[in-house]
């Protein structure tokens, strides 16, 4: 079993960084933490990156989980050899850029990249948004996935992952005692369906609603309550089409021998207590 103990971080390509760079600070909220040639990485919390930018297809999409150790990591690169997964070892150019020890790439069932990251540098920085957007870290990501049911059984049967909850076939898996890190949605083809953050409270909701509203960002779903994490969330749409999302509140599982998921409909109530109703095509099959 591999054990993933965080997501880690997102690489995003971009045909205009100069346009991504400014939907991640001034409207998203993040820090520059470093400007390489071709990319820009940005801080959301005590990590010395949590996003990064690059010139490239804005379609490849990478994903990062960290395993404890080198040993595991050797690991975890036999047990996804051995089925049939296509593992290569980043070189040390590639570790120096992601400011991590050592990882692996490979391939999710539906295609998703994904690296498996050792040591991950922290940041002797304290975190500043761009703007007070309330950010307290990067939380989540949601995949595409092109068959739900085969996706779940690799995160939760190769790796660690438990579901907390299905919305329809669609489920919300943890890694820890956070009610989801990892989460699937049907589509038809591979790549990151939204990234989340954490903000501090409602009222960091509430702002970044009439800002985005002000600033003519595309809101897509909220500001609403999910019922599986409990979290109030807003969703809004970055660049290329990318989904972003806020939450607070999403709630712990702790009591994790008695935990069953529960079973939510693929619907707008299913997505939200409060009424809303997501313009977000992975979460209404409708507009995106
Ligand atoms: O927080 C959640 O429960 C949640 C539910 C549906 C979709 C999401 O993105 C979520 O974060
Ligand atoms: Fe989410």
Sequence with gaps: MIELSDVVYCRVGTQDLESAEAFATTILGLE???????????????????LCYFEGNPEDHVTAFELKTSAELQAAAATLDALGHNVQYGSPAECEIRHVREFIRFNDPTGNVIEFIVRPSMSAVEYHGARDAGITGFSHVGFYSTDVERDEKFWTT??????????????????????????????????????????????DIQRSSNLLRDKQVPITFGPGRHPT??????YFRGPDGMTYEYSTGVCEIHD?????????????????LWGASPKIAAFSEGDD
């Design 32 to 50: 520059v933490a470093e400007r390489t040639k071709g990319a820009i990485h940005f801080k959301s919390d005590n990590r010395d990156h949590t």
């Design 229 to 234: 994490s409990s979290a109030q969330f807003l």
């Design 158 to 203: 190769v790796c660690n992952a438990r579901v907390s909850d299905r919305i329809g076939d669609a489920p919300l898996m943890r890694i820890g005692a956070i009610h989801h890190t990892i989460a699937l949605f049907p589509g038809n083809k591979s790549g990151i369906q939204h990234i989340n953050h954490q903000v501090e409270s409602t009222h």
């Design 256 to 272: 994790e021998p008695l935990w069953r998921d529960r079973q939510f409909a693929f619907e707008p109530k299913g997505f939200c």
